[in-house]
């Protein structure tokens, strides 16, 4: 049964840092891989997908690569800003089309 | 842009209710789905649903039914709330398919309480 899980669990930084999320996944086959911010109390808004056939995604200061073959991902995050701070979730996806969520990285960019 | 709603943001019931959630899409979208969230656990599949009348149990079936009688409508029942079903509850709706890659839309959620 695939699972999911990012590192760290929690993580806060002054603004204008670079930093790296982590998400790992143990069933390299997967469809595709994708990036979510939850902020507070709201749903989740997709941010980065990778298809299973490309390394990476990138998007404004966002940049997502993916490790099929190690069952590992990274989000990238450049020049992070308090607007940031929310909690990033990674999710894979199946060839059935079901998605399985990791945990979450709690993001806080301090001013 | 696709929108996904939930009949309500906050939700407070007593033990024993039968307790209905809504979840509506615009997008004519195929597959939608109801998650929970928890502290720690992470969003944990309920149930899916790939077309109108048809339903598949995600991970956590247990003590939850749903409903799609309509395309852009899927609700999720609680048949006897429970305390241990205090949690938010997310929607999601899908295109379907492989091409373009799908992605999941989601609802703001609703903060469900059980006293």
């Known amino acids: 049964k695939q699972e999911v899980t990012q590192i760290p669990a929690a993580l806060s930084v002054p603004e204008g840092e670079n930093l790296v999320l982590n998400c790992s996944f143990t069933d390299s086959a997967i469809y595709n891989l994708q990036w979510f911010r939850q902020d507070p109390g709201k749903g989740l808004t997709s941010l980065l997908l990778i298809q299973s056939s490309q390394r990476e995604q990138t998007s404004g200061r966002l940049n997502a690569s993916l490790d099929k073959s190690s069952g590992r991902s990274t989000l990238y995050i450049a020049a992070s800003q308090p607007g940031d701070s929310a909690t990033y979730l990674c999710a894979v996806q199946d060839y059935g089309q079901n998605f399985v969520f990791g945990p979450g990285t709690r993001l806080s960019v301090l001013p | 842009d696709v929108k996904v709603t939930q009949s309500s943001r906050y939700l407070v019931k007593r033990t024993g209710e039968k307790v209905f959630l809504e979840c509506v899409q615009d997008?004519?979208?195929?597959?939608m789905f109801w998650y929970r969230q928890d502290p720690g656990l992470g969003l944990r599949l309920i149930y899916f649903s790939y077309d109108v009348k048809m339903k598949e149990k995600g991970d956590i079936p247990e003590g939850y039914s749903v409903s799609r009688e309509k395309k852009e409508r899927f609700s999720l029942i609680l048949e006897s709330a429970s305390t241990n079903q205090t949690s938010m509850y997310l929607c999601?709706?899908?295109?379907?398919?492989?091409?373009?890659?799908?992605?999941?839309?989601f609802g703001p959620g609703t903060r469900l309480t059980v006293l």
């Open positions: 999601a709706s899908s295109f379907g398919g492989t091409s373009p890659p799908d992605t999941q839309y």
């Open positions: 997008m004519d979208h195929e597959n």
